[in-house]
């Protein structure tokens, strides 16, 4: 038999791993608890064996938009949270915020840049948001 496929990176594994604990949480309980608050209607989003393979870091196929918002609510986290720790396991991205803590990015790859690319990156995003915020309201 081959052995078990896991995940590189564990972040959203571990958090909805150790928020279950916190909550008291059953995989089939939580699986209940997973409602898009978007679309109720629509039911659970993830089921039991899916969650548990998720906190066990075994490869599952990367969660929706819908599917972070509900295990968000399930968990009772604010659905950024959720997002953040999911960017970082299945899309390899890092959260890297600039000096004043007004900007943030996610850099892909960012174990390849120094310090001196990063702050490039910065000031790049500084950019982005003056040109933006110069424009009239509807300019999207």
């Given amino acids: 038999m081959a052995a078990e496929e896991t995940m ?5 594994s571990d958090l909805v791993r150790t928020r279950m604990e916190e909550n008291g949480q059953s995989f089939r309980s939580l699986a209940a608890a ?11 989003a993830w089921t039991r064996g899916t969650i548990e393979n998720l906190t066990k870091g075994r490869v599952i196929k ?3 938009g819908g599917q972070l918002r509900a295990l968000a609510d399930g968990l009772k986290l604010p659905p950024t949270v959720v997002k953040r720790a999911a960017a970082a396991q299945f899309f390899d991205m890092t959260e890297h915020w600039n000096y004043d ?12 840049l120094d ?10 995003a500084q ?3 003056r040109r933006r915020s110069r424009q009239s309201p509807g300019q999207d």
Avoid at 115 to 124: A, F, P, S, V, Y
């Fill in 8 to 12: 590189e990176r564990t972040d959203l």
């Fill in 34 to 44: 997973c409602i898009d608050p978007k679309h109720p209607d629509r039911g659970p």
């Fill in 62 to 64: 990367a969660p929706t």
């Fill in 101 to 112: 803590h007004d900007t943030r990015v996610l850099i892909a790859r960012i174990e390849e």
């Fill in 115 to 124: 310090k001196q690319g990063i702050e490039e990156l910065d000031e790049l």
């Fill in 127 to 129: 950019i982005v948001f």
